[in-house]
């Protein structure tokens, strides 16, 4: 994207009876490309104590030989004036310039809430050789007064082999004025799914009701001696406002399969002087 710009053609001869007039002409090269500028990325977080959230805006395709303007300005959600600072900003975009950054100040109250939104939105003058694409970025506001602490309820879980325990999960300090979603999924260890146990991938959604859930856990019966074996079960949350602690709890697995080893026959026969093969084995069960 570049101004207008010219070059010109010119006439000469050596005709001493020719005149040339006019013998110069302007030509005029109207420049017909754009640029795309847009939010990158297009969402955002940020912790109400954190006092400003910063986006980003960018040319996204073309380049630029000379400078255009675009407009920034804040418009508000389910996030209110009261939550952020209004904000409204010329950003300037040239051949050196393609990248700008907006900080929003962000009012960190003393109000229990859900996640805020508010939008940064572009526009631009008609006469700009802009698109702009994506307009608009959203800006969640993650409540940082209301905290809770939710983790197992025990960190150790031992279960017989082919039968289910019971895993619990629940707050352990805090209210819950809203919900609060929680993923419990299992790690392999000693301990492999699906062999030896059914793998665990378990939304849990709390709320003021409900601050305890418990989930069966399955293990898988086979006929192998084998040692106690492990694998781990764990919590994670995308949830700003929710701690996880413990986040980790060990599930133990004990065999209960047996084996019979035994002579292979009852009765051997040998002549005096000479040797006799004696064998033992496995009649029955898996090592």
């Known amino acids: 994207v570049e101004f207008t710009e010219h070059f010109f053609a010119s006439l000469t001869t050596v005709d001493p009876f020719v005149e040339l007039m ?54 508000t959600g389910t996030a209110s004036q009261l939550d952020f600072n209004a904000t409204s900003v010329q950003l300037m975009f040239g051949p050196i310039v393609s990248v700008r950054n907006v900080s929003i100040p962000i009012i960190d109250d003393s109000i229990v809430e859900n996640v805020e939104t508010f939008f940064g939105t572009l526009t631009r003058e008609t006469d700009q050789p802009v698109d702009l694409n994506p307009p608009e970025a959203e800006i969640s506001i993650l409540d940082n007064v209301d905290r809770v602490t939710i983790g197992f309820e025990q960190t150790t879980y031992t279960v017989e082999e082919g039968l289910v325990v019971e895993v619990c999960v629940l707050v352990t300090s805090g209210t819950l004025e809203r919900e609060a979603t929680v993923t419990l999924s299992s790690i392999n260890a000693e301990a492999v799914a699906p062999g030896d146990y059914d793998a665990v991938a378990e939304v849990l959604i709390f709320s003021a009701s409900e601050n305890r859930i418990c989930s069966n856990v399955s293990s898988v019966e086979d006929d192998i001696l084998e040692e106690d074996e492990d694998f ?56």
């Open 22 to 75: 006019p013998n110069e002409a302007r030509v005029n090269i109207l420049d017909d490309d754009r640029v795309t500028i847009g939010f990158q990325p297009v969402s955002y977080t940020v912790q109400e104590e954190d006092g400003f959230a910063t986006v980003t805006v960018a040319v996204l395709q073309g380049t630029l030989a000379r400078d255009v303007l675009v407009e920034f300005e804040t418009t």
């Open 232 to 287: 781990t079960l764990t919590l994670n949350t995308t949830d700003g406002s929710v701690n996880l602690n413990p986040d980790e709890a060990s599930a133990i697995i004990t065999d209960d399969d047996r084996i019979i080893i035994g002579f292979e026959q009852t009765t051997y026969t040998v002549e005096e002087g000479l040797v006799v093969e004696v064998c033992v084995l496995v009649t029955s069960g898996t090592l």
